[in-house]
């Protein structure tokens, strides 16, 4: 008699489930054949992006860019209210580049890809430069030292110093957890230990190398600690004529759109 049971309650449980299974199927298969759905599906081709590859040269890396690919069904739901199509209202899904940061982490960025239009500033110890950016609300990275840490910095800092365990702990007691770091001559070791990403800057602007500057998108500029403050505004005129934006480094490197 239990044994009837035991067999009659797995017999519920196998109709239920495929019950369940077929209505969904079903369900679906009425979406696809909506008008709605049919707009969806003429038109997604418009709004999606392929992915871009990251570029390797040698020991070095230009990240890529994240696809972007409409979700179909989700997109249907977010518009099924209106029963019309509303391209404010798709619903995308990332694609991974084949070649990307993930699986090269190893390698160095000295510029980032292009398609942003956008470069970064890096600042070290030049305090006329970054008052000026304080005040100006303009997007940078700064280096610091356990010395030079703040707490509170509208900047984005990065670990620069010797003692790199002691700073890297100091960071991540305040949240901060940018993973970035710049090289230099004693802390690829240290940054390769701790998974994070190795940046070079691309150039370094002084007085002097000013004027030849070629700035382009995906550049990342080092300011020498001697920059005057007059060939900073030079160089922000330069960026401003290239019609490029500025970001902090962990916003250009990303391979997010």
Same mark, same amino acid.
């Given at each position: 008699?239990?044994?009837?049971?035991?067999?009659?309650s797995?017999?519920?449980? +196998?109709?239920?489930? *495929?019950?369940?299974?077929?209505?969904k199927?079903?369900s679906? +298969?009425?979406?696809?054949?909506?008008s709605?759905?049919?707009? /969806?599906?003429?038109?997604k081709?418009?709004?999606?992006f392929?992915?871009?590859?990251a570029?390797?040269n040698?020991?070095? &890396?230009? =990240?890529?860019?994240n696809?972007?690919?409409?979700s179909?069904l989700?997109s249907?739901?977010q518009?099924?209210?209106e029963?019309? *199509?509303?391209?404010?209202?798709i619903?995308? !899904?990332?694609?991974? =580049?084949k070649v990307?940061l993930a699986?090269?982490?190893?390698?160095? %960025? #000295?510029k980032?890809?292009?398609y942003?239009?956008k470069?970064s500033?890096?600042?070290?110890n030049?305090?006329e430069v970054?008052?000026?950016?304080?005040r100006?609300k303009?997007?940078?990275? !700064?280096?610091?030292?356990?010395?030079?840490?703040k707490?509170k910095s509208v900047?984005e800092? %990065?670990?620069?110093?010797?003692d *790199?365990?002691?700073?890297? !702990?100091?960071?991540?007691?305040?949240?901060i957890?940018n993973?970035i770091?710049?090289l230099n001559?004693y #802390?690829?070791k240290d940054?390769?230990?701790?998974?994070?990403?190795?940046?070079?800057p691309?150039?370094?602007i002084s007085d002097s190398t000013?004027?030849k500057?070629n700035i382009?998108?995906?550049? &990342? /500029?080092? %300011?020498?600690?001697s920059l005057?403050l007059?060939s900073f505004k030079i +160089?922000l005129?330069?960026i401003n004529?290239?019609?490029?934006? &500025?970001?902090? %480094?962990?916003?250009? /490197?990303?391979?997010q759109?």
């Amino acid at each position: 008699m239990m044994r009837k049971e035991l067999f009659k309650s797995i017999a519920i449980i +196998l109709l239920l489930t *495929f019950s369940f299974y077929y209505a969904k199927r079903i369900s679906t +298969l009425l979406v696809y054949k909506s008008s709605l759905m049919s707009e /969806i599906l003429a038109n997604k081709n418009k709004y999606e992006f392929e992915s871009v590859d990251a570029v390797i040269n040698g020991d070095y &890396i230009i =990240p890529g860019i994240n696809g972007m690919e409409v979700s179909s069904l989700e997109s249907y739901y977010q518009m099924k209210n209106e029963g019309v *199509f509303n391209k404010d209202k798709i619903v995308y !899904k990332e694609v991974e =580049p084949k070649v990307s940061l993930a699986n090269n982490e190893t390698l160095i %960025i #000295n510029k980032a890809n292009s398609y942003k239009r956008k470069v970064s500033i890096v600042v070290s110890n030049n305090a006329e430069v970054e008052n000026y950016i304080l005040r100006n609300k303009i997007k940078a990275d !700064k280096l610091v030292t356990l010395d030079t840490y703040k707490k509170k910095s509208v900047f984005e800092q %990065i670990n620069y110093d010797k003692d *790199f365990d002691s700073l890297e !702990k100091k960071l991540k007691e305040n949240e901060i957890d940018n993973n970035i770091c710049i090289l230099n001559n004693y #802390n690829k070791k240290d940054c390769l230990k701790n998974h994070k990403t190795l940046v070079e800057p691309t150039y370094t602007i002084s007085d002097s190398t000013l004027i030849k500057a070629n700035i382009t998108a995906g550049d &990342i /500029i080092m %300011i020498d600690d001697s920059l005057s403050l007059s060939s900073f505004k030079i +160089l922000l005129q330069k960026i401003n004529y290239q019609n490029l934006g &500025i970001v902090t %480094i962990s916003s250009l /490197i990303s391979e997010q759109r």
